[in-house]
């Protein structure tokens, strides 16, 4: 999960604000394209997992697999739940 303290938050949000910038300024748009952070999550597991180990791939694995769930969880399932209240449900509930 994603809740770590607020100390290791302030060190970590200062660096990831810092990126965020610099991906939305490598596109005129300030879009962050699909390569981009593909690029980049790449880079940080390759760089924080240099050795390549079963346990290294499992743990990459379950860092991103957890990450994907939190995401739909708190991001993705709420704008499923006010899409079916906008336009009704595709398994026939009536919301």
Do not use: F, H, W
Request: glycine share 6%.
């Amino acid at each position: 999960m994603p809740y770590i303290t607020r100390d290791k938050r302030e060190q970590l949000d200062r660096m990831i604000d810092e990126l965020v910038i610099s991906l939305k300024n490598l596109d005129p748009t300030g879009d962050v394209t699909e390569g981009n952070m593909n690029y980049t999550i790449t880079r940080l597991l390759n760089a924080v997992y240099e050795k390549t180990s079963y346990r290294n791939i499992n743990e990459i694995i379950g860092i991103l697999e957890c990450a994907k769930l939190e995401y739909y969880r708190k991001r993705a399932s709420v704008y499923e739940d006010k899409k079916i209240k906008e336009n009704g449900d595709v398994y026939g509930n009536k919301d």
